[in-house]
């Protein structure tokens, strides 16, 4: 079995990066889930450990899923971590777009290859900017995201007022 990378901001963590880490595992047998963050920036939704604590309740029942906060490049990680391979999750073809150049410039530098994964039709329109917003609104997005990143949304906002 192979070690792979899934890296990624993950703010916050949704269905769609579930289903990615769940064909990963049964591919390659173990996932590093990255939540890769550039400390220059603000930290977006949730802090970068809070992204990490609810990738771990959420994948506390995969033995083979490991979930880590990094910063730098995905190749330095990827190094850093011992994977094989990165995995990318695609959605449409505007992410493959996207990742191809990110693919090609990571292997040309590095010589680590990137393996796409098509993600479940069921989550090919979910992206963690709608959750987001539809969230700061009061919307149910229950079945669009992890049941702990449900709650710590749900938190979030009652916390703010909205």
């Known amino acids: 079995m192979s070690k792979v990378l899934i890296p990624g901001s993950f703010d916050p963590l949704h269905n769609g990066h579930v289903d990615v880490v ?33 990738a771990v309740d959420t994948f ?6 490991t979930v880590g ?7 330095d990680v990827a190094a850093t971590v011992g994977a094989d391979f990165i995995v990318k999750g695609l959605r449409s073809a505007a992410d493959f777009d996207i990742e191809q150049q ?16 098509p993600c479940n039709p ?4 979910v992206s963690s900017r709608f959750i987001r917003e539809i969230a700061s609104h009061g919307g149910d997005i229950a079945r669009l995201v992890p049941a702990p990143v ?13």
Do not use: C, H, W, Y
């Not at 906060?69 to 190749?75: E, I, N, P, R």
């Not at 069921?122 to 329109?125: G, I, V, Y």
């Open 22 to 54: 769940d064909q990963a595992l049964d591919l390659f047998g173990e996932v590093v889930f990255g939540v890769l963050v550039n400390f220059a920036k603000p930290s977006g939704m949730f802090t970068p450990d809070e992204r990490v604590a609810l």
């Open 60 to 65: 506390a029942d995969r033995p083979g899923v």
């Open 69 to 75: 906060v990094f910063d730098g490049l995905v190749v």
């Open 102 to 117: 990110m693919a090609n410039m990571n292997r040309t530098a590095s010589g680590i290859r990137t393996v796409f994964l």
């Open 122 to 125: 069921e989550f090919s329109f």
């Open 150 to 162: 449900s709650a710590a949304l749900t938190d979030r906002f009652a916390s703010r007022g909205q």
